[in-house]
């Protein structure tokens, strides 16, 4: 199923199928991959908007989600200050952790956790 998100295109205010950006690769693969309720789309927002993103984000993390650990099916929330700026998936491949993302500059992509981590100020994790 992973290999279905990674053959995707990145797209901004994409929601699937064919195309992603990376709120609508997280809500759609954690219902696809994890068969988890489908979180509100928030198409109007894209990647290059910080203050909208994080607004739609934290009303729906406070809304439907609690805070985890990296455990497959939580989502990644990287931020820089105040702003979350991207969003990606945990997933599990080849006996790892990973986080399913994608973005402009790269697509989709597997990335390791400390990977994707390390690309923040901080990272948090909210699942059901």
Known sequence: MIQRYLA????????GPDAFDCWGMVRDARAQMFGKPLLASYGEIGGQMAREMTE????????HLKPSKPVPGAIAMGWRGRLCVHVGI????????????????????????????????KVTYYDD
């Open 56 to 63: 739609a984000v934290n009303e729906t993390i406070h809304k």
């Open 8 to 15: 995707t295109t990145y797209c901004r205010y994409g929601r």
């Open 90 to 121: 945990v997933v599990e491949a080849d006996g790892r952790r990973w986080v399913l993302e994608t973005d402009s500059h790269t697509g989709p992509v597997l990335t390791r956790i400390r990977d994707f981590e390390s690309r923040f100020l």
